[in-house]
Nanobody, 116 residues
Framework: QMQMVESGGALVQPGGSVRLSCSAS????????MNWVRQAPGKGLECVSS????????YYVASVKGRFAISRDNTKNTLYLEMNDLRPVGTAVYYC?????????WGQGTQVIVPT
C-alpha cells in the first residue's frame, strides 16, 4: 500500500509563508487527483485545494484563493502546497489525500500554527 508523508508544517507569523510537501512511496501517486485537506482545532475537515493528475486543473476553497498554490511533481511522487499571507484561521493539521471517498488514501498530517 502506498504511503504518503507530509512535511513542512511550522509555526508561522501572520502574513508569513510556508510550503508543505507530501511525498508518496510509489508512482501510484500519479494515478489520481490529489488534495490538501485541513482540520482546524475543534472543527471538521475542509478540502483546501485539489489538483488533477497532470496538474492542469486546480481547485481552491474561496478563503485561500490568491494566497495558496497547489502543485505536483509526478516524477518525484510529490505534492506541494505553497501558502502565503497566512492568517490565524489557517491554524490546522494539513493532510494530503489521494483521491476521494471510500478509497481515498491519507497521509498522517503536518501541523501549521499561525498565532493571533
Amino acid at each position: 500500500q502506498m504511503q504518503m508523508v507530509e512535511s513542512g508544517g511550522a509555526l508561522v507569523q501572520p502574513g508569513g509563508s510556508v510550503r508543505l510537501s507530501c511525498s508518496a512511496s510509489t508512482s501510484f501517486f500519479s494515478t489520481d487527483w490529489m488534495n490538501w485537506v485541513r482540520q482546524a482545532p475543534g472543527k471538521g475537515l475542509e478540502c483546501v485545494s485539489s489538483i488533477d493528475i497532470e496538474g492542469g486543473s486546480t481547485y481552491y476553497v474561496a478563503s485561500v484563493k490568491g494566497r495558496f498554490a497547489i502543485s505536483r511533481d509526478n516524477t518525484k511522487n510529490t505534492l506541494y502546497l505553497e501558502m502565503n499571507d497566512l492568517r490565524p484561521v489557517g491554524t490546522a493539521v494539513y493532510y494530503c489525500v489521494k483521491g476521494r471517498g471510500a478509497f481515498a488514501l491519507w497521509g498522517q498530517g503536518t501541523q501549521v500554527i499561525v498565532p493571533t
